[in-house]
């Protein structure tokens, strides 16, 4: 019997998933796909940057935080094209039954609600964790941002960081990653494991970020899906998202906070 857990108007789902939708195969293709999609563009610019003498490999310390937001763009430019493609083919939907269309003002609404919401949560979150355990680790984006030092280089990271990264991000955890999960379990777990996912990758390499950065973008994450499955719109978790980055910046640029 299907998993209809994502899609009905008041419990589940709204539309039914077809037999083999998400099937386990193609979904672990996809995911990766998606990830050798997202580094091989990195991997080709640092190359490229090698070859034109911007990167010395004996010292890859010295690859400028521009440089390294360049790359970004890169990734995002290949995978992102990827994922449209390939996501309406392993879900078995087409990209509007999987929220990615035109928002209604409704759907607008949830998701300047839901940036509320993640707000609270990860600001929480973050101080308890600070004060129980009194690590405060910085986030590799923040990190980024406080490298740059031009008002170009800025504007490059506040378009990646507030657009961007929210586009690809909620493409790739809620569209794809959530869905995946609700298609076999219930909406919280989908909810709960797509969360863990989602913050894991926002930890800083090399410190201890598990608990100080992870933990709290986690449950922003969990909140996310929510946003996702309430609405049932792409946009209005992009919207949460993108806000919640921009509210970040903010506090990092205009009140010099340590995130």
Same mark, same amino acid.
């Given at each position: %019997? ?5 899609? %009905? ?40 940057? *090698?070859? &034109? &003498?911007?990167?010395?490999?004996? /010292? ?18 290949? *995978?992102?094209?990827? %994922? ?20 209604? =003002? ?5 998701? =300047?609600?839901?940036?509320?919401? %993640? ?7 973050? +101080? ?5 355990? /009194? ?59 797509? &969360? ?5 990758? /926002?930890? $800083?390499?090399?410190? $201890?970020?598990? =608990? ?6 986690? =449950?922003? &994450?969990?909140?996310?899906?929510? *946003?996702?499955?309430? +609405? ?23 009140? /010099?906070?340590?995130?």
């Amino acid at each position: %019997m299907e998993n209809n857990s994502t899609w %009905m108007p008041s419990q589940p789902s709204p539309a039914s998933w077809k037999p083999k939708a998400f099937a386990p195969v193609p979904s672990v293709l996809f995911a990766l796909g998606a990830v050798f999609f997202t580094f091989a563009p990195i991997f080709l610019y640092l190359i490229l940057a *090698v070859a &034109g &003498g911007r990167l010395d490999p004996r /010292h890859p310390a010295g690859f400028s935080a521009i440089d390294q937001i360049y790359a970004q763009i890169l990734s995002y430019a290949v *995978v992102l094209p990827y %994922m449209l493609y390939f996501l309406p083919r392993v879900s078995g939907r087409s990209l509007a039954d999987l929220g990615i269309r035109t928002p209604t =003002l409704r759907e607008i609404g949830i998701g =300047l609600a839901g940036v509320v919401v %993640m707000f609270f949560t990860v600001s929480a979150a973050s +101080a308890i964790v600070v004060g129980v355990t /009194h690590i405060h680790d910085t986030e590799a984006a923040v990190a980024l941002l406080q490298q740059m030092k031009t008002p170009f280089d800025k504007t490059v990271f506040i378009l990646v960081a507030a657009v961007l990264a929210p586009i690809v991000e909620e493409m790739a955890f809620r569209a794809f990653l959530f869905n995946a999960f609700a298609r076999y379990v219930p909406v919280a777990a989908a909810a709960i494991g797509s &969360g863990i996912v989602f913050g894991l990758v /926002h930890a $800083q390499p090399g410190s $201890q970020s598990l =608990l100080s950065i992870s933990l709290p973008l986690a =449950l922003g &994450g969990i909140v996310l899906a929510y *946003v996702y499955r309430t +609405a049932r719109c792409y946009w209005s978790d992009v919207i949460t998202h993108a806000l919640f980055n921009s509210i970040s910046l903010v506090a990092v640029f205009g009140f /010099h906070v340590k995130s």
